[in-house]
Nanobody
Framework: QVQLVESGGGLVQAGGSLRLSCAAS????????LAWFRQGPGKERSFVAA????????YYADSVKGRFTISRDNAKNTMHLQMNSLKPEDTAVYFC????????????????WGQGTQVTVSS
């Protein structure tokens, strides 16, 4: 099983930027799909962005499209989420998720999860 560890969360003012990272260990990154989910206060966990394991294919939730960019470095077993133009409604715990042969928006598709990193956007 692959272990995932997120980092890069913090407190930022509205309009600011943050870059989240997800480091994977304990397995190969080959054929390993990755995604970001988030869970805001009192809300269910929701999809943010996904990236295919081999193709330069990405998919975003409408709420973050044009502001967030997901990327991965297979040589370093890392994934990133560049978040720009942050809004207070982006405040949430952000989770890195992964799974072999997985690419999609449903959390049930992903077997491995990180512990989450808090992102707080002040108005």
């Amino acid at each position: 099983q692959v272990q995932l560890v997120e980092s890069g969360g913090g407190l930022v003012q509205a309009g600011g930027s943050l870059r989240l990272s997800c480091a994977a260990s304990g397995g190969t990154f080959k054929n390993y799909g990755l995604a970001w989910f988030r869970q805001g206060p009192g809300k269910e966990r929701s999809f943010v962005a996904a990236i295919h394991w081999s193709e330069p294919t990405t998919y975003y939730a409408d709420s973050v499209k044009g502001r967030f960019t997901i990327s991965r470095d297979n040589a370093k077993n890392t994934m990133h989420l560049q978040m720009n133009s942050l809004k207070p409604e982006d405040t949430a715990v952000y989770f890195c998720a992964g799974g072999f042969g997985t690419y999609g928006i449903r959390p049930q598709f992903y077997l491995d999860w990180g512990q989450g990193t808090q992102v707080t956007v002040s108005s």
